[in-house]
Each structure stands twice: as structure tokens, then as C-alpha cells.
């Protein structure tokens, strides 16, 4: 997907084990986000960075952390991996705030399928 | 806390026939975003609603947004394969995020 890059793409971990997902962008968009999606549940946010040195929370922030470690990069980190996590995970980017009124959709990476076994 | 329904879950037509989703939210709305997701796919965004009773159209699908900024819809006349996948309405939930409908599945019978 042009623009936003995520690795890996499909990961297998066993419960209890470690692994970051790495987003990358080159839109030189400011804000970076991290969702879940799961069948039936549409897209949850897990956390956000509106710009670059600032991170929240989102819906479903418990079992993950993140890091906008600059303009570009935002991974999310799962430091013991439960089987509850097993998911798609999506990056996505947008240019600001919500109240722009131009252009401001989401721009989405391919995602990684991650299964906790 | 801020809700964003969307209606049907699913919807299975023939092709050639048309298709409508419709989103709702508990409040009301800055503007509104459609994407779709083809199966298998990444959200990709269609378009962003801003103002009262606003209509766009693009090619095949309407977007319209409700005079009171709570709802919205997607319509899709003479459906075609190609538009199999699931359509997101998503509405802002605060200064910089999104709140994601929970999707209508669409599957286009040849």
C-alpha cells in the first residue's frame, strides 16, 4: 500500500511471547494510529499519535504499547501475547485534526494477521 | 459513550440490483467518512461528508449526510461484482480520532 508500510505481514506467536509491529509512512502525515480488527467487530482503535512525542490511548489499549519514535515510525508492541489478540492489525495515518474540512481520510497499511496460539 | 451503527450487518443482492447501507450516530457529527474494504483488503476512504443534507455522488454510489448530522447513507445502483466488500461509516470522536461503524458486508451474486 502506497504510503504506508507494515511488517510483518502474517506473524504466529505463542502465548506468553513478545513481538513489535512496525508502521512506516511516507505522506509526511502527522498523525499515526494503531486498530484491531476482528470478525463482526469492525475496526477498534488501540492507541494514537496525533503528532510526533505524543501518544494516547485508544478503545483497546490494555495488552499493548506503542512508540512514535519519529515523524515517520509507530509500532505497537504486545509484550506477553494472549490468544484474545489474535487479530489484523492495521496502521493507519491522516494529515491532522479531526475538524479539517478537506481531505482528511484515513490512509491504511496492508496489515498483519497476527495468531496467538 | 459515542456509538456509530450501521445497518444491515449483511446484504447479499443480485447483480444489477441496487444497495443501500445507512449509519447512525448517537451524536451528532462534524462530518462523516465512508471507506471499503474489499475482502481479504485494507479500509480504503471514499469520501468525507461536512456539511447538513450534503449529497455527493461518485460514478455508481450516493452519499448523503442528514440534515441533523446524526446519519448517513451509502447507495449503490446496479450493483457490480466489483463492489463485493464491506462499507465503514466513521465519524470524529474527539480532535484527532475516529469512531469506525460496525460495517455492512456487501456480496454481489453474479
Known amino acids: 500500500n502506497a504510503g504506508v508500510t507494515q511488517t510483518p505481514k502474517f506473524q504466529v506467536l505463542k502465548t506468553g511471547q513478545s513481538m513489535t509491529l512496525q508502521c512506516a509512512q511516507d505522506?509526511?502525515?502527522?498523525?499515526m494510529y494503531w486498530y484491531r480488527q476482528d470478525p463482526g467487530m469492525g475496526l477498534r482503535l488501540i492507541y494514537y499519535s496525533a503528532s510526533e512525542g505524543t501518544t494516547d490511548k485508544g478503545e483497546v489499549p490494555n495488552g499493548y504499547n506503542v512508540s512514535r519514535l519519529n515523524k515517520r515510525e509507530f509500532s505497537l508492541r504486545l509484550e506477553s501475547a494472549a490468544p484474545s489478540q489474535t487479530s489484523v492489525y492495521f496502521c493507519?495515518?491522516?494529515?491532522?485534526?479531526?475538524?479539517?474540512?478537506?481531505?482528511?481520510?484515513?490512509?491504511f497499511g496492508s496489515g498483519t494477521r497476527l495468531t496467538v496460539v | 459513550g459515542q456509538q456509530v451503527m450501521q445497518i444491515p450487518q449483511y446484504q447479499h443482492v443480485q447483480e444489477g440490483e441496487d444497495f443501500t447501507t445507512y449509519c447512525n450516530s448517537s451524536?451528532?457529527?462534524?462530518?462523516i467518512q465512508w471507506y471499503k474494504q474489499r475482502p481479504g483488503g485494507h479500509p480504503v476512504f471514499l469520501i468525507q461528508l461536512v456539511k447538513s443534507g450534503e449529497v455527493k455522488k461518485q460514478k455508481r454510489l450516493t452519499f448523503q449526510f442528514g440534515e441533523a448530522k446524526k446519519n448517513s447513507s451509502l447507495h449503490i445502483t446496479a450493483t457490480q461484482t466489483t463492489d463485493v466488500g464491506t462499507y465503514f461509516c466513521?465519524?470524529?470522536?474527539?480532535?484527532?480520532?475516529?469512531?469506525f461503524g460496525t460495517g455492512t458486508r456487501l456480496k454481489v451474486l453474479a
Open positions: 466513521a465519524g470524529p470522536s474527539g480532535t484527532y480520532k475516529y469512531i
Open positions: 493507519a495515518i491522516t494529515k491532522g485534526p479531526t475538524g479539517l474540512r478537506l481531505y482528511n481520510g484515513y490512509t
Open positions: 451524536t451528532t457529527l462534524s462530518n
Open positions: 505522506m509526511n502525515h502527522n498523525s
